[in-house]
């Protein structure tokens, strides 16, 4: 029941943020540049598992994980001021995104920084 729970509240959080998108789009940005999905991630996981070390880990790691997703939202834009299609600009900022992911988990594993 649980489960139902949480699928139901994170899709009515992705309706609400295209709704508000249609009409209001810097409003919608907003709205989706919160952090509700990492939020609402470490409200679950805390209810489920009351483990403070997993918490630690899982706040840390969502920390270094949001840094490379950031380019994606610069990238998209710019290819499709430049004509780039959305669903080719979206893939292209995907694929960005999945190398930086690659990178900073590399990285952070030569820090010492376990992903």
Do not use: Q
């Not at 959080?13 to 470490?42: H, K, N, Q």
């Not at 600009?89 to 690659?102: E, F, I, Q, S």
Request: glycine share 6%.
């Amino acid at each position: 029941m649980f489960f139902i729970f949480k699928t139901a509240l994170s899709g009515l959080i992705i309706a609400l943020v295209s709704t508000i998108a249609r009409r209001y789009p810097a409003l919608g940005a907003l709205v989706a540049s919160l952090p509700l999905i990492s939020v609402f991630g470490m409200l679950w996981l805390w209810a489920e598992t009351k483990d403070p070390a997993r918490m630690e880990t899982h706040v840390e790691a969502t920390f270094w994980y949001v840094i490379p997703s950031l380019p994606m939202f610069l990238l998209i834009p710019c290819l499709m001021r430049h004509g780039v299609g959305f669903y080719v600009a979206l893939l292209a900022g995907c694929v960005l995104t999945a190398a930086l992911y690659l990178c900073v988990t590399w990285c952070a594993a030569r820090m010492g920084v376990n992903l």
